[in-house]
């Protein structure tokens, strides 16, 4: 169509060189105006003549700082919606789109126009030779700050007689229809093999393209499935620039789960510049993803030492007994035994870490959300890691022992070199390294954040990878001593002391417990969590008791705690979630529910907006509020008129909350986020906030009217 209507428009020009000394006008409406725009219809003949079809255009300017859609327009907006009704000897007219600008504010990505622009139009004539009468009502959605429907009215007779050219309004619509993607044949540009790839939760796309001449600011917009979103291409050039290989998220499915894209028919529309080519494709087999071996080695060292900081996090609090009790446990022991010792734990770190894994690629692959910590959203989890922390606590109160079977321990005496069978072999160090893992993900850490945003935005090799660097960060200071021999010397000799540091430890446990029961009450009602505490008191009098009777007391003992036990995990599925809603805590600072849509027009309003993502399993959170957000000069800057301070809690699950942080390619919590004019699309925080760091944030944020 774009074809004929350039020819047509080549030959009017021609005729117009024929009659310019008495070429008329062409036929064109008055302009209309209204709020943000001004537009008209416009002809480039004055009369039908012997015309098939008649070029034309919807001429629309745009005020500054005001924008109008593309037929995909993005994120948000619409495109312009045109209405012939009334029309006489008219056929079906075409509307024609110029190649697309991108447009990112708040976050949204739109596309579409500003300044000026010429919609072109093909107007066929039912009835060659024949007057032809126009009515056109055209809705155009203009934005700026607020987006208003421009609604346009025009009226235009084209009589029978000679198709009078005019130059100017034929060279007006010639230029914007030469906008228009094509074939690319002209521009030298070609869209080559199109193919899946496995990066992001809901999949993206791998395009390759080549030029006759170099790319200079090449962008590639993505049309498929009705509700399918894609972002911006991530676009690397080769070959002097010549070829081109972009990768692009889909960040929106149109289905839950994901539909997967190999197969799906695309529309590509590549720009670059004044050059421009579209093309249908449909997506080849996926493939994975790769960076470079430099980036490789520098997010594998990101993992490392995030790993390594998690062992100095608030999270790991309600574990420190477990950490100490590996440690000191094996103080004393036979040098070969130490090192086994230490390597265990740190196996049963690492072993956790890839359980994690293999269940964010199970979820992933599930079309679930995916997360750090998300576990301690589950009353399940939560209610059988306070059982297990009580049952460790129980162990090291000596209310029971774990033994091996006979051959289990002679095979862990001979593998640990002692010249005895060892009671608990190298199961305990461990067990110990995994549980102390579980309970220490609620929160993320410096640079885990980064580590993970990478892991879990792509395939299942770079999730395994990544989280087996995070879990050799946390296993080093273990792994440390085991290869350092001078090292285990320090470590103390068991002794009557390490009676007395059980007992604190075992104590410390049974802290923890309370806090994951303090947890599970914000997630069942809290009489529900009050039966798992009695619950778990009851397994504690239980084993007290069955320490102080015979074999058959000890034996019916072990049966009832592990059927209170069982009871204690499953008890949390008879309770619904209480309303997400709930009351937030008595705060100084006036907390309002997070809304991720709310905040483009609080930043419009001018307001300075605060978002804190936060939970109760969360330590590092609580530490950021105690330290930090909950005392002067913070709590009375976000109390300020003119700040909005919003609150997601993800204490339990919530999917809009998932999907603002993967926005921000963040999968854990703490996070933390400001807007403002002087920042609309946002200035993260660190995970350790800082008093300088908030406020520097605000007064940022704040821009020109700080």
Same mark, same amino acid.
């Given at each position: 169509?774009?074809?004929?209507?350039?020819?047509?428009?080549?030959?009017?020009?021609?005729?117009?060189?024929?009659?310019?000394?008495?070429?008329?006008?062409?036929?064109?409406?008055?302009?209309?105006?209204?709020?943000?725009?001004?537009?008209?219809?416009?002809?480039?003949?004055?009369?039908?003549?012997?015309?098939?079809?008649?070029?034309?255009?919807?001429?629309?300017?745009?005020?500054?700082?005001?924008?109008? !859609?593309?037929?995909?327009?993005?994120?948000?907006?619409?495109?312009?919606?045109?209405?012939?009704?009334?029309?006489?000897?008219?056929?079906?007219?075409?509307?024609? !789109?110029?190649?697309?600008?991108?447009?990112?504010?708040?976050?949204?990505?739109? !596309?579409? !126009?500003?300044?000026?622009?010429?919609?072109?139009?093909?107007?066929?004539?039912?009835?060659?030779?024949?007057?032809?009468? %126009?009515?056109?009502?055209?809705?155009? %959605?203009?934005?700026?700050?607020?987006?208003?429907?421009?609604?346009?009215?025009?009226?235009?007779?084209?009589?029978?007689?000679?198709?009078?050219?005019?130059?100017?309004?034929?060279?007006?619509?010639?230029?914007?229809?030469?906008?228009?993607?094509?074939?690319?044949?002209?521009?030298?540009?070609?869209?080559?093999?199109?193919?899946?790839?496995?990066?992001?939760?809901?999949?993206?796309?791998?395009?390759?393209?080549?030029?006759?001449?170099?790319?200079?600011?090449?962008?590639?917009?993505?049309?498929?499935?009705?509700?399918?979103?894609?972002?911006?291409?991530?676009?690397?050039?080769?070959?002097?620039?010549?070829?081109?290989?972009?990768?692009?998220?889909?960040?929106?499915?149109?289905?839950?789960?994901?539909?997967?894209?190999?197969?799906?028919?695309?529309?590509?529309?590549?720009?670059?510049?004044?050059? =421009?080519?579209?093309?249908?494709?449909?997506?080849?087999?996926?493939?994975?993803?790769?960076?470079?071996?430099?980036?490789?080695?520098?997010?594998?060292?990101?993992?490392?030492?995030?790993?390594?900081?998690?062992?100095?996090?608030?999270?790991?609090?309600?574990?420190?007994?477990?950490?100490?009790?590996?440690?000191?446990?094996?103080?004393?022991?036979?040098?070969?035994?130490?090192?086994?010792?230490?390597?265990?734990?740190?196996?049963?770190?690492?072993?956790?870490?890839?359980?994690?894994?293999?269940?964010?690629?199970?979820?992933?692959?599930?079309?679930?959300?995916?997360?750090?910590?998300?576990?301690?959203?589950?009353?399940?989890?939560?209610?059988?890691?306070?059982?297990?922390?009580?049952?460790?606590?129980?162990? %090291?109160?000596?209310?029971? +022992?774990?033994?091996?079977?006979?051959?289990?321990?002679?095979?862990?005496?001979?593998?640990?070199?002692?010249?005895?069978?060892?009671?608990?072999?190298?199961?305990?160090?461990?067990?110990?390294?995994?549980?102390?893992?579980?309970?220490?993900?609620?929160?993320?850490?410096?640079?885990?954040?980064?580590?993970?945003?990478?892991?879990?935005?792509?395939?299942?090799?770079?999730?395994?990878?990544?989280?087996?660097?995070?879990?050799?960060?946390?296993?080093?200071?273990?792994?440390?001593?085991?290869?350092?021999?001078?090292?285990?010397?320090?470590?103390?000799?068991?002794?009557?002391?390490?009676?007395?540091?059980?007992?604190?430890?075992?104590?410390?446990?049974?802290?923890?417990?309370?806090?994951?029961?303090?947890?599970?009450?914000?997630?069942?009602?809290?009489?529900?969590?009050?039966?798992?505490?009695?619950?778990?008191?009851?397994?504690?009098?239980?084993?007290?008791?069955?320490?102080?009777?015979?074999?058959?007391?000890?034996?019916?003992?072990?049966?009832?705690?592990?059927?209170?036990?069982?009871?204690?995990?499953? *008890?949390?599925?008879?309770?619904?979630?209480?309303?997400?809603?709930?009351?937030?805590?008595? =705060?100084?600072?006036?907390?309002?529910?997070?809304?991720?849509?709310?905040?483009?027009? *609080?930043?419009? +309003?001018?307001?300075?907006?605060?978002?804190?993502?936060?939970?109760?399993?969360?330590?590092?959170?609580?530490?950021?509020?105690?330290?930090?957000?909950?005392?002067?000069?913070?709590?009375?800057?976000?109390?300020?008129?003119?700040?909005?301070?919003?609150?997601?809690?993800?204490?339990?699950?919530?999917?809009?909350?998932?999907?603002?942080?993967?926005?921000?390619?963040?999968?854990?919590?703490?996070?933390?986020?400001?807007?403002?004019?002087?920042?609309?699309?946002?200035?993260?925080?660190?995970?350790?906030?800082?008093?300088?760091?908030?406020?520097?944030?605000?007064?940022?944020?704040?821009?020109?009217? =700080?």
């Amino acid at each position: 169509m774009i074809g004929r209507l350039a020819v047509l428009t080549a030959a009017v020009l021609g005729l117009a060189a024929l009659a310019a000394p008495s070429a008329a006008r062409a036929a064109e409406t008055p302009w209309q105006t209204t709020k943000g725009a001004s537009a008209r219809l416009v002809t480039a003949v004055d009369g039908t003549g012997t015309l098939a079809e008649i070029p034309a255009g919807l001429h629309i300017r745009l005020d500054p700082h005001w924008k109008t !859609y593309w037929r995909s327009p993005g994120d948000a907006g619409l495109p312009p919606a045109l209405d012939w009704t009334g029309s006489a000897n008219l056929g079906t007219a075409a509307l024609a !789109y110029p190649a697309p600008h991108r447009f990112q504010l708040f976050g949204l990505e739109t !596309y579409g !126009y500003e300044t000026e622009v010429v919609f072109p139009l093909t107007l066929p004539v039912a009835q060659p030779g024949q007057p032809q009468h %126009l009515a056109l009502a055209a809705t155009v %959605l203009v934005c700026s700050d607020i987006c208003i429907p421009a609604n346009f009215s025009f009226a235009l007779d084209l009589p029978a007689g000679a198709a009078t050219p005019d130059p100017d309004a034929a060279n007006l619509i010639d230029r914007y229809a030469n906008t228009v993607p094509g074939d690319g044949s002209a521009a030298g540009l070609a869209i080559g093999p199109v193919a899946a790839i496995t990066a992001g939760p809901n999949g993206g796309l791998r395009i390759e393209a080549t030029a006759r001449e170099s790319f200079e600011a090449p962008d590639i917009f993505v049309e498929g499935a009705p509700g399918d979103a894609f972002a911006a291409p991530r676009i690397a050039t080769s070959e002097g620039g010549r070829r081109l290989v972009a990768e692009i998220d889909r960040v929106q499915a149109a289905a839950d789960p994901p539909v997967a894209l190999p197969g799906s028919p695309v529309v590509l529309t590549l720009v670059d510049g004044p050059r =421009s080519v579209e093309a249908e494709a449909t997506v080849g087999p996926a493939v994975a993803a790769a960076p470079d071996a430099a980036a490789w080695l520098s997010i594998l060292g990101v993992a490392l030492l995030g790993g390594l900081i998690l062992n100095l996090m608030p999270c790991v609090l309600p574990v420190l007994s477990l950490k100490l009790l590996s440690i000191v446990g094996v103080g004393g022991r036979t040098p070969r035994w130490q090192r086994l010792g230490l390597l265990a734990t740190a196996g049963g770190i690492l072993a956790s870490f890839l359980v994690l894994a293999a269940g964010a690629v199970g979820l992933k692959a599930a079309g679930a959300s995916v997360g750090w910590g998300l576990q301690f959203q589950e009353p399940v989890f939560l209610a059988a890691m306070a059982v297990i922390v009580t049952l460790f606590g129980c162990n %090291l109160l000596g209310l029971f +022992e774990v033994t091996l079977p006979g051959r289990a321990m002679d095979a862990a005496a001979r593998a640990s070199g002692a010249g005895r069978p060892e009671k608990h072999g190298l199961a305990g160090p461990f067990l110990t390294g995994a549980f102390a893992t579980l309970l220490a993900t609620p929160c993320s850490a410096p640079f885990v954040g980064t580590a993970l945003g990478f892991a879990l935005s792509r395939g299942p090799a770079e999730i395994g990878a990544i989280f087996a660097a995070l879990g050799l960060g946390m296993a080093l200071p273990y792994l440390l001593i085991a290869a350092v021999p001078g090292l285990a010397r320090l470590l103390p000799r068991p002794g009557r002391w390490m009676v007395w540091i059980k007992a604190v430890l075992g104590l410390a446990l049974f802290g923890t417990a309370v806090w994951l029961l303090s947890v599970l009450a914000v997630q069942v009602p809290p009489a529900a969590a009050g039966v798992v505490a009695a619950v778990l008191a009851a397994i504690v009098l239980v084993l007290w008791l069955r320490r102080r009777g015979g074999i058959a007391v000890r034996r019916l003992g072990a049966v009832v705690a592990a059927v209170l036990a069982i009871a204690a995990v499953l *008890l949390p599925l008879r309770f619904d979630r209480p309303d997400a809603a709930a009351a937030q805590a008595a =705060s100084s600072i006036p907390w309002v529910r997070f809304d991720r849509a709310a905040i483009p027009g *609080l930043v419009r +309003e001018g307001k300075v907006v605060f978002v804190d993502v936060t939970a109760d399993w969360c330590l590092t959170c609580k530490v950021n509020k105690l330290l930090v957000i909950n005392r002067d000069p913070v709590a009375a800057a976000l109390g300020e008129a003119g700040v909005a301070p919003l609150l997601a809690d993800w204490t339990n699950p919530d999917q809009g909350i998932a999907d603002y942080l993967a926005a921000h390619g963040r999968y854990g919590i703490p996070f933390n986020a400001v807007y403002g004019p002087g920042a609309p699309d946002g200035i993260l925080l660190p995970e350790l906030l800082s008093t300088e760091a908030v406020l520097d944030a605000l007064k940022q944020a704040r821009g020109a009217s =700080s």
